[in-house]
């Protein structure tokens, strides 16, 4: 993941940076280790690496210079690691001088230094002079760097020995200086002169662009500026004038050409002869890339500085030039890409500079034309612009960082929507330093005080803006207040009608159920008053920057409500002749004048006004939406009182439809949710609730409670209370039924499951090219387009392929043989199993049939031959038995065609010709008559086959020594054709007459005898030349006739059965047509990363835990079957063998390419880089092979791929061959870049990471790796020593070996491509998308995936790519989409049980749970990574995710709250799916659970869920309510509901009035209160996960399946896991909400093969469960012991079976679920640690891992920072702290009596005070001075005499008290 990380890196990395450098000369990496300070010299030693092995002693001339470099660097050895690097480097230089000077060849240094200068010239640039295609350019590229470095070396040793430099010499480096600034590293595109003829620079698009960017006719350049090349362009002026760095321009220079260039060629396949960029293009890139920047715009009611002139040439430059400025700024700002509208309030002064600029405008102020205001010099725009907004990000983070309350500080969206108000442009251009924004708050610490002893500078800060994140649960309610007010209206309504009347619903319609029916209106408007005081408490602390309109607002909402608040009552009374209670009261304040109902009736109608209103608009969305954009006065007075206007959130409203469909889903389950609440829950409640309000009680047991209360109120609460929280929970049951019925339903339409078995794709498989070609080939233009419509869906054929379609077949067999040789790569099949699977590459045009795969014909022939064998002749029988079965029809036309074909190929001879030719007519004659088993013996054909089968195996051989028995073998066959087959007589004597046999009698001469294929040149074997096609063609004849068991379970792999499965079934969906490769979105996969496992060391994979497990055993065990596929693609037969082949690897110490083996096998099976990398690189390899089907001409097709890739070196060598045209337009198309945020960091210091992502860049070579680069630079000022740090966001790629076939051992380098600085460090809030944000602006194209690193891709999905993003042109209502979701597998299920729960509950949530997300629900935002995102929509709207530290921990799904909320839509499609990792072990999936619900807390709190809640119809509200933040609400509503019913309980058998009230229904058998336990049950139980669950594997694996895995579940304990992961979501969702202490949790992705500690296990759940399960257990034992005298045992379990059940769970989960958890010596071994850990001693240093003292601080860290919640949470803790905080045993007196009488303890005494006065307490630390508790328990200690100091309450404490303690 990406950064999470904090300081607590830097010991770790400066030890191994000094350890690294003490070993400088050992390793070849040596140039990549230098501190970041000596940067400089890194080229110098990496050359000396290079030429090491060439001349030693040039090499270690240039280790000298280096060495002397580095001290001019840094003379003072300031920099961290410097004076380390450098003596380790003068070691080197000293052991190494003499040795060096005995082995060189001249006299003189200076004389060797040139000699070899010359030959390295002549060797590498004159030899690659012409350097034709990309890897040639790249070794030039590399040439001329090193011979600069040469260059620089030589001139200094001459210099040293007073020696002139060869004249020669100098003229080939002033060649070798200019070529160096031309030939620098590239990224995709070169864009130097040289590099014109690569076929990339060929395409006419991309001509075009760069023809048009070098457009800089009347362009006004600054007087002093040097013209420095001839190809300059519009960015190079912009760059001049507004001063940005030369690498972002750069950068943005290959972005916007390949931007225009994709959307060119996209819309106009065809172009002009003469390259012209087209002006659509130009204007649907810009359309695009400025929607954001007009709206806003025209929500400020400013002007858009996007002007364009009159003359019509000069159009297109202008555009350009907006355009190119808009992506310079975008590439610069760094941190500020997180606040789209202060980047747009930035462009739009400089857009109107640049207009002044161009227009010629003279300033009044100078008289001289308008200049930027910030511009000119280098770096600029960064130190003028970005860094003094950057500096105030940075400040406000700082302060979250110190525990802060998201009050006090400003986060991202607020410093955004500062820009939100006409206001900002108080700002200023230049901006003034002085301004509110870049006012910071006081800190309480430091701050200077004015005359009147207040803070200066508060009131200048804005504060928080439009929105205020205040830890509390209102803001639930607030939130959602319409769906809360609706619920509670309803449940007062259906109480109303139980409680009087008959209790049926019709009886709402009596009279006074009627008028009683209507206090839902006072209800509402009460409800009402509640949301807008709310809102004004909320809103307080935003109160300076709110614009009087909104506080106007505010105001008058309180007063109106107040208002009706009392109007409604009062004229509710006079509604009434005879007025109940209520109504009696409100009419004895005013007078008792005659009733009038009609005035309350018009009360109600004004005030349900807005309301009809509302409900008029809602049924047409089209007049809402308009409504809600526009910018007319009228309408924004009308929308101001409806919501306050805001810039995000404005016309969200979807299609007629779309609101048709999801309103009908939340009426029938709303419908449907009252019904069971009326009749199941309430109406049974209301007759013995009243009865029990009329049992009068005089006896109480211990105490009553409320001895006041009337109709015995404490139990009515009792009972109600659990069924109202139930009420209120159930809708997330009911949502889950829904969803999983409609669900399943769209699953079923979508045709999901279609083909869920190898048995169902056979049966299919005749029509599966025709889905191929129909699917994956784009359309010829002949071609008919898809239908569409329901019929369509419902019925999706394809015509089988007929065998005249060569083009068809091949392109099948293509695209099918790279999946199956995918699989082989991967281990997944076998080679036998790969040979079955294949369909031929090189189609045989003889054979005029479709050639099946030879796992569908298997064992076909064999039986085929028994059929004929025993036919008897039966001729029409027979046929008819063979075609019924197509498979064994096809293979037997095939065998007898490729027999016909080998037969006539191997025979030369013209006498044995014409027997055979002979032989074959009569057969085929036969064949046609239908006569062939009634003349021919079918009886001896089985021979004949035995015969043709060993044939095949020599052939296979194709030895010289076997052509003797080749030739026996065709006599033999002969024979037997012509003897026991035919039994024809003329074939005979044609044979014997060419025997020379019949008609002579005596002996023939030996010479003249001839026997039939006995010649030289009769058959012609062995074969020379063999080609691929020819031995493909004999494999698969020996497949077919010698397989003769079914290959029915071909492949065995589970995997691959799933994957060839779900791709096979995709084809038959619904997905977009493919277009061509040059015709698709471009797109790019960005993935994050920190520092997880790159590849698995040797090491890691064979260290054995404490059980004697290594990770590779694990492996072998979890994988048998793709380990013995590794054994054999890695040719050993066992793996003893290949234990000795990797031990003789090891001893021969050459390259361990058996290890690397190892090493990647294990990785792709675990969640590391390398597997996700491999994955999304198959998107380049499918690419190039689509490219390939789309350009090849027939004669390439039939070829094949295969035949381009064998011969990929020869091809790439011609640039206008195929293959490097399918290169170019995948570089166009494609972009992978890995965002390794610390690579630099690791590389400096040796780390084998940085050298596994070196091994990744080197395997693929156009992967591209970001990261931030952390330089030291010596500081300007001399008397500071400190050197300060610069940041730089870097690219580099691969530096391609000096020469791919050179002897010279090879250095794996990188090569930065881009360095662009940054204002300062880049994580500033959240780590991962900090870190996605800083390399977004290396990645091109229209679409971005995000993918994580726990991810893989498969070769199969990445086909279907380039459909997937034609989704983004296709119709998904009423907006075109913006975030395209994918379904994810998770590929972690089969590691263990656990893992397999957490599999299927996600497999469920991405698949049936996105797909009603998306429809019919419209709620679907980014859950996860594999999404692609409308690129451009993104990057001028704030990014893919949000970054403010702890309010965005969950920072994906904000990023699809963001696109939803400015108007963008999000889809969802099932035809693709990527795989996905998840957590195996209890430990890890709790964390990642605990990481979840915090991240949900936050998002509670957040201003999106806000304006989602508000802005959204009730009902799409409703759906976001209950799939967010609701489904985690409700799970504590669930526990909640088991505490309110145990309290309840214990209040009635504590009291005795369960007792005096057994004989009452309502005690005694209360159906309405089990059916509530019984719905806390289902949640409980993981009811809510098991449906989808079950939904959705009965739809794509049969309903068999489903049951047999839900059953398996429940004998795994799943029940037990769900409870367990219950108490998780509950505690800390509602922790966070409270207190806050969310925070990323590392969950180590690795494999669970250790045992976990119980005090590893107690720190993680001792305040989520064990504390909780205590309390419970508690309850539940007082509950029995005190009801048992007078109640059955059976009903007490019948009652309390799930409370038990949660108890054990929580209390005994941990170490159920923990590997050998019951095994004696573990437990032994547990408790040792866990008593060491209690009694050690807490203090600074001492990490919570070691003592419980350290632990609990940590564990209350939050509670600081939660004012008087904290406090509240303190001393309304659990219950062993209420009941010693509210001293129900007299604690307080008992410890009184040991102090003075002066010295107070009672609750809440500040501590120190306390010890002040008491004088021998030790309460010295902080932390124990500001805790309530510490107090207590050092004084209860104190009391027990086993403590004489606050410091023993540790060691009481952790014995006694450990569980109470809250």
């Known amino acids: 993941m990406s950064s999470r990380g904090g300081s607590d890196q830097q010991s770790q990395r400066r030890i191994t940076r000094t350890q690294t450098a003490g070993n400088l000369g050992e390793s070849i990496f040596d140039s990549e280790v230098v501190p970041s300070s000596l940067v400089e010299i890194a080229p110098i030693l990496r050359v000396a690496n290079e030429i090491e092995s060439d001349n030693p002693r040039v090499a270690y001339l240039c280790r000298f210079y280096a060495f002397e470099k580095a001290h001019r660097l840094d003379p003072t050895s300031s920099g961290r690691g410097v004076r380390q690097f450098k003596t380790a480097l003068l070691q080197r230089l000293e052991r190494e001088n003499d040795p060096t000077l005995m082995g060189r060849v001249k006299k003189s240094d200076a004389r060797e230094m040139q000699s070899f200068y010359q030959h390295y010239y002549k060797k590498y640039i004159q030899a690659l002079q012409n350097a034709a295609d990309k890897a040639d350019r790249a070794r030039l590229t590399k040439a001329y760097q090193t011979a600069n470095v040469l260059f620089e070396v030589l001139k200094a040793v001459n210099m040293t020995q007073s020696v002139e430099v060869d004249p020669q010499i100098l003229e080939a480096h002033d060649k070798v200086a200019k070529k160096t600034e031309i030939y620098v590293p590239y990224n995709i595109l070169p864009l130097d002169p040289d590099s014109a003829n690569q076929a990339i620079m060929r395409y006419p698009e991309i001509q075009a662009a760069v023809l048009a960017l070098r457009n800089t006719r009347g362009l006004p350049w600054p007087k002093d500026y040097k013209k420095k090349k001839d190809d300059e362009d519009i960015l190079d002026w912009l760059q001049a004038m507004f001063g940005f760095q030369k690498d972002n321009v750069a950068n943005q220079r290959e972005h916007l050409i390949l931007l225009l260039a994709n959307v060119h060629i996209r819309q106009f396949p065809k172009p002009d002869q003469q390259p012209k960029l087209d002006d659509r293009a130009l204007t649907e890139v810009m359309k695009k890339l400025f929607k954001n920047y007009r709206k806003w715009c025209k929500y400020l009611d400013r002007q858009s500085s996007l002007w364009l002139p009159t003359i019509q040439q000069e159009v297109q430059q202008r555009k350009l030039l907006y355009m190119g400025l808009y992506l310079l700024i975008w590439g610069e700002a760094a941190n500020l890409r997180f606040m789209p509208e202060c980047l747009c309030y930035i462009y739009h002064h400089m857009a109107f500079e640049l207009y002044g600029m161009l227009a010629g405008n003279v300033s009044p102020m100078t008289g001289e034309n308008v200049k930027p205001a910030y511009g000119g010099e280098e770096e600029a725009f960064l130190r003028k612009v970005v860094s003094p907004i950057y500096e105030v990000i940075a400040k406000e983070a700082e302060r979250s960082k110190r525990g802060s309350k998201h009050s006090q500080w400003r986060n991202y969206d607020d410093l955004n929507e500062y820009f939100w108000s006409v206001d900002c442009f108080r700002l200023g251009w230049p901006m003034r330093a002085d301004a509110d924004f870049f006012c910071l708050p006081f800190d309480q610490l430091q701050f200077v005080k004015n005359g009147d002893n207040r803070p200066a500078g508060k009131e200048r800060w804005m504060g928080k803006i439009n929105f205020v994140e205040i830890r509390s649960f209102w803001h639930v309610f607030r939130s959602f207040d319409r769906m809360w007010s609706f619920f509670i209206l309803c449940l007062q309504v259906m109480i109303i009608v139980a409680w009087n009347g008959s209790g049926q619903p019709s009886s709402i319609f009596n009279s006074d159920v009627f008028k009683k029916s209507l206090t839902v209106f006072i209800t509402a408007a009460i409800l009402k008053l509640g949301q807008a005081v709310l809102d004004v408490i909320l809103s307080w602390k935003a109160r300076r920057s709110m614009?009087?309109?909104?506080?106007?607002?505010?105001?008058?909402?309180?007063?109106?409500?107040?208002?009706?608040?009392?109007?409604?009552?009062?004229?509710?009374?006079?509604?009434?002749?005879?007025?109940?209670?209520?109504?009696?009261?409100?009419?004895?304040?005013?007078?008792?004048?005659?009733?009038?109902?009609?005035?309350?009736?018009?009360?109600?109608?004004?005030?349900?006004?807005?309301?009809?209103?509302?409900?008029?608009?809602?049924?047409?969305?089209?007049?809402?939406?308009?409504?809600?954009?526009?910018?007319?006065?009228?309408?924004?007075?009308?929308?101001?009182?409806?919501?306050?206007?805001?810039?995000?959130?404005?016309?969200?409203?979807?299609?007629?439809?779309?609101?048709?469909?999801?309103?009908?889903?939340?009426?029938?389950?709303?419908?449907?949710?009252?019904?069971?609440?009326?009749?199941?829950?309430?109406?049974?409640?209301?007759?013995?609730?009243?009865?029990?309000?009329?049992?009068?009680?005089?006896?109480?047991?211990?105490?009553?409670?409320?001895?006041?209360?009337?109709?015995?109120?404490?139990?009515?609460?009792?009972?109600?209370?659990?069924?109202?929280?139930?009420?209120?929970?159930?809708?997330?049951?009911?949502?889950?039924?829904?969803?999983?019925?409609?669900?399943?339903?769209?699953?079923?339409?979508?045709?999901?499951?279609?083909i869920r078995t190898l048995g169902m794709l056979r049966s299919r498989f005749q029509s599966l090219p025709g889905a191929f070609n129909a699917c994956l080939i784009p359309l010829e233009k002949t071609e008919q387009t898809k239908k569409k419509g329901l019929k369509a869906t419902l019925s999706r054929n394809f015509a089988e392929i007929s065998p005249n379609k060569e083009k068809e077949a091949a392109r099948f067999a293509q695209l099918w043989n790279k999946i199956i040789t995918s699989f082989r790569e991967e281990d997944l099949i076998n080679n036998r199993e790969m040979g079955l699977l294949l369909v031929p590459y090189w189609a045989d045009r003889d054979l005029d049939l479709i050639q099946w795969p030879p796992f569908l014909l298997a064992s076909k022939i064999p039986i085929a031959l028994d059929m004929a064998k025993d036919s008897n002749g039966k001729d029409r029988e027979l046929k008819k038995r063979i075609q019924t079965d197509n498979y064994m029809y096809c293979a037997v036309r095939e065998c007898y065609a490729s027999f016909r074909n080998i037969i006539k190929f191997l025979v030369q001879g013209a006498r044995e010709k014409e027997v055979i030719d002979y032989i074959f007519s009569e057969v085929d004659r036969h064949i046609e008559a239908g006569d062939l088993i009634t003349e021919y013996r079918m009886s001896a054909l089985p021979g004949l086959s035995e015969h043709f089968v060993k044939l095949i195996k020599y052939l296979l051989d194709n030895k010289q020594e076997d052509r003797d028995q080749v030739v026996i073998l065709f006599q033999d066959m002969l024979e037997v054709m012509t003897r026991d087959i035919m039994m024809e007589d003329h074939i005979s004597s044609l044979v014997d007459s060419i025997h020379g046999g019949s008609g002579h009698e005596g002996m023939t001469p030996l010479d003249q005898q001839y026997q039939l294929f006995a010649s030289s040149g009769a058959i012609k074997f062995p074969i020379h030349p063999v080609t691929e096609a020819w031995k493909e063609k004999i494999n698969r004849l020996d497949l077919l006739l010698t397989v003769k068991e079914s290959a029915m379970d071909v492949p065995s792999n589970l995997d691959a059965r799933r994957r060839i499965s779900f791709f096979s079934n995709s084809l038959f969906m619904n997905m977009p047509t493919a277009p061509k490769v040059r015709n698709m979105f471009s797109f790019s996969v960005l993935t994050p990363y920190y520092t997880e496992d790159v590849l698995f060391s040797l090491h890691d994979l064979e260290v054995e835990n404490e059980d004697g497990v290594s990770i590779l055993f694990y492996l072998q065990k979890i994988f048998p079957d793709e380990w013995s596929n590794f054994l054999e693609r890695v040719k050993c037969r066992n793996e003893e063998e290949f234990r000795m082949k990797l031990q003789k690897e090891e001893e021969l110490k050459g390259p361990k390419e058996l290890e690397e083996e190892l090493r990647l096998w294990a990785s792709y099976r675990g969640q590391t880089l390398t597997k996700t990398v491999r994955g999304m690189m198959y998107y380049r390899k499918a690419l190039e092979l689509q490219a390939f089907l789309d350009m090849a001409h027939d004669e390439d097709l039939m070829e094949g791929y295969k035949a381009v890739e064998l011969n990929m070196e020869d091809n790439s060598k011609g640039e206008r061959s195929l293959w490097a045209q399918c290169q170019a337009v995948t570089d166009m198309k494609f972009t992978y870049v890995v965002s390794c945020q610390q690579y630099g960091i690791h590389k400096r210091s040796g780390d084998t990471r940085a050298q596994d992502i070196l091994k990744l860049l080197t395997t693929y070579p156009s992967l591209r790796v970001a990261y931030v680069d952390e330089v030291e630079e010596p500081s300007k000022e001399r008397p500071k020593k400190i050197n300060q740090k610069v940041y730089y966001s870097a690219l580099v790629k691969a530096a391609l070996p000096k020469s791919s076939n050179s002897s010279d051992p090879v250095q794996i380098l990188d090569q930065v491509i881009y360095k662009i600085k940054l204002p300062g460090p880049a994580i500033l809030g959240e780590g991962k998308p900090e870190n996605q944000n800083h390399a977004i602006i290396f990645t091109r194209g229209e679409g971005l995936q995000t993918i994580d690193m726990n991810q893989d891709n498969y070769m199969e999905e990445a086909l279907k790519m380039r459909n997937l993003l034609q989704e983004f042109l296709e119709e998904h209502g009423v907006r075109p989409p913006t975030i395209l979701g994918l379904r994810e597998h998770i590929f972690t299920g089969s590691v263990s049980s656990l893992a397999w729960f957490m599999s299927n509950q996600e497999t469920s949530f991405v698949t049936i749970g996105q797909r009603l997300l998306a429809n019919p629900l419209k709620v679907r935002f980014h859950y996860g990574h594999p999404d692609?995102?409308?690129?451009?929509?993104?990057?001028?709207?704030?990014?893919?995710?949000?970054?403010?530290?702890?309010?965005?921990?969950?920072?994906?799904?904000?990023?699809?709250?963001?696109?939803?909320?400015?108007?963008?839509?999000?889809?969802?499609?099932?035809?693709?799916?990527?795989?996905?990792?998840?957590?195996?072990?209890?430990?890890?999936?709790?964390?990642?659970?605990?990481?979840?619900?915090?991240?949900?807390?936050?998002?509670?709190?957040?201003?999106?869920?806000?304006?989602?809640?508000?802005?959204?119809?009730?009902?799409?509200?409703?759906?976001?309510?209950?799939?967010?933040?609701?489904?985690?609400?409700?799970?504590?509503?669930?526990?909640?509901?088991?505490?309110?019913?145990?309290?309840?309980?214990?209040?009635?058998?504590?009291?005795?009035?369960?007792?005096?009230?057994?004989?009452?229904?309502?005690?005694?058998?209360?159906?309405?209160?089990?059916?509530?336990?019984?719905?806390?049950?289902?949640?409980?139980?993981?009811?809510?996960?098991?449906?989808?669950?079950?939904?959705?594997?009965?739809?794509?694996?049969?309903?068999?399946?489903?049951?047999?895995?839900?059953?398996?579940?429940?004998?795994?304990?799943?029940?037990?896991?769900?409870?367990?992961?219950?108490?998780?979501?509950?505690?800390?969702?509602?922790?966070?909400?409270?207190?806050?202490?969310?925070?990323?949790?590392?969950?180590?992705?690795?494999?669970?093969?250790?045992?976990?500690?119980?005090?590893?296990?107690?720190?993680?759940?001792?305040?989520?469960?064990?504390?909780?399960?205590?309390?419970?257990?508690?309850?539940?034992?007082?509950?029995?012991?005190?009801?048992?005298?007078?109640?059955?045992?059976?009903?007490?379990?019948?009652?309390?079976?799930?409370?038990?059940?949660?108890?054990?769970?929580?209390?005994?989960?941990?170490?159920?679920?923990?590997?050998?958890?019951?095994?004696?010596?573990?437990?032994?071994?547990?408790?040792?640690?866990?008593?060491?850990?209690i009694s050690n001693r807490g203090g600074i240093g001492v990490p919570p891992e070691k003592s419980w003292e350290s632990w609990w601080e940590e564990e209350q860290e939050h509670l600081k920072y939660s004012g008087k919640r904290g406090l509240w949470h303190i001393m309304a803790g659990d219950l062993l702290n209420i009941v010693r905080d509210e001293d129900c045993f007299c604690w307080t007196e008992k410890i009184q009596c040991k102090f003075p009488a002066h010295v107070s303890v009672n609750q809440g005494t500040y501590i120190p005070n306390f010890c002040v006065h008491s004088g021998h307490l030790d309460c010295t630390s902080p932390y124990d001075c500001s805790r309530h508790h510490s107090l207590h328990s050092c004084l209860h200690a104190y009391w027990l005499g086993v403590a004489s100091d606050c410091s023993s309450v540790q060691t009481y404490g952790s014995s006694s008290w450990l569980l109470g303690i809250s």
């Not at 969305?621 to 919501?643: A, D, G, H, K, T």
């Not at 019904?675 to 029990?692: D, M, R």
């Not at 409980?1580 to 049969?1598: H, K, S, T, V």
């Not at 966070?1632 to 976990?1652: D, I, Q, S």
């Open 1428 to 1733: 692609v995102f409308d690129r451009l929509f993104h990057l001028t709207r704030g990014g893919v995710s949000k970054a403010s530290k702890n309010i965005n921990l969950s920072e994906d799904i904000f990023g699809g709250f963001n696109s939803t909320l400015r108007e963008g839509n999000v889809t969802h499609h099932e035809y693709i799916q990527v795989g996905k990792g998840r957590d195996v072990g209890l430990n890890q999936i709790s964390m990642f659970e605990a990481k979840i619900a915090n991240g949900n807390g936050e998002q509670t709190l957040s201003r999106d869920i806000y304006r989602l809640g508000h802005r959204f119809d009730f009902f799409r509200m409703l759906s976001c309510y209950f799939t967010t933040v609701g489904f985690y609400f409700s799970t504590l509503i669930t526990v909640l509901t088991v505490y309110v019913f145990l309290y309840g309980r214990l209040y009635l058998v504590l009291s005795g009035l369960e007792e005096g009230l057994i004989t009452q229904k309502a005690i005694r058998d209360n159906k309405p209160l089990q059916v509530a336990l019984a719905s806390q049950s289902f949640v409980q139980i993981g009811f809510l996960m098991a449906l989808p669950m079950l939904m959705e594997i009965g739809l794509e694996r049969g309903f068999r399946t489903a049951l047999s895995d839900f059953i398996l579940m429940q004998l795994q304990l799943a029940p037990v896991f769900f409870t367990f992961s219950l108490g998780t979501k509950t505690h800390y969702y509602g922790r966070t909400l409270l207190h806050g202490g969310a925070k990323y949790r590392p969950t180590g992705r690795g494999f669970v093969v250790f045992h976990a500690k119980f005090a590893e296990n107690y720190r993680l759940y001792s305040r989520s469960h064990f504390v909780k399960g205590m309390e419970m257990m508690l309850l539940l034992l007082v509950y029995q012991i005190f009801g048992h005298s007078y109640r059955g045992s059976v009903a007490y379990i019948f009652i309390t079976v799930s409370m038990w059940f949660m108890v054990g769970t929580w209390l005994f989960a941990p170490f159920l679920f923990n590997p050998s958890g019951f095994e004696w010596q573990k437990i032994v071994d547990d408790w040792t640690d866990w008593n060491k850990w």
């Open 547 to 754: 614009s009087s309109h909104v506080k106007l607002r505010y105001i008058l909402k309180v007063v109106s409500a107040a208002a009706w608040v009392i109007v409604l009552p009062v004229t509710y009374a006079y509604s009434w002749d005879n007025p109940p209670g209520f109504a009696q009261t409100i009419k004895s304040w005013f007078s008792q004048s005659s009733s009038s109902p009609s005035l309350f009736i018009l009360a109600v109608v004004v005030y349900l006004s807005p309301n009809m209103l509302a409900a008029i608009l809602f049924l047409f969305p089209f007049i809402r939406r308009f409504l809600e954009r526009s910018n007319y006065r009228i309408v924004m007075l009308m929308m101001w009182w409806s919501q306050p206007r805001l810039y995000v959130g404005r016309g969200m409203h979807e299609s007629t439809f779309s609101l048709f469909k999801y309103t009908m889903f939340w009426v029938l389950l709303i419908i449907t949710k009252l019904a069971f609440s009326y009749y199941v829950e309430i109406k049974p409640l209301v007759g013995p609730t009243k009865a029990i309000m009329n049992v009068k009680i005089r006896n109480f047991q211990w105490h009553e409670f409320f001895p006041r209360a009337k109709d015995n109120l404490g139990v009515v609460i009792a009972l109600w209370a659990p069924i109202i929280l139930v009420y209120f929970m159930d809708t997330q049951i009911w949502y889950a039924i829904f969803s999983t019925l409609f669900g399943g339903i769209y699953g079923a339409f979508r045709r999901l499951g279609e």
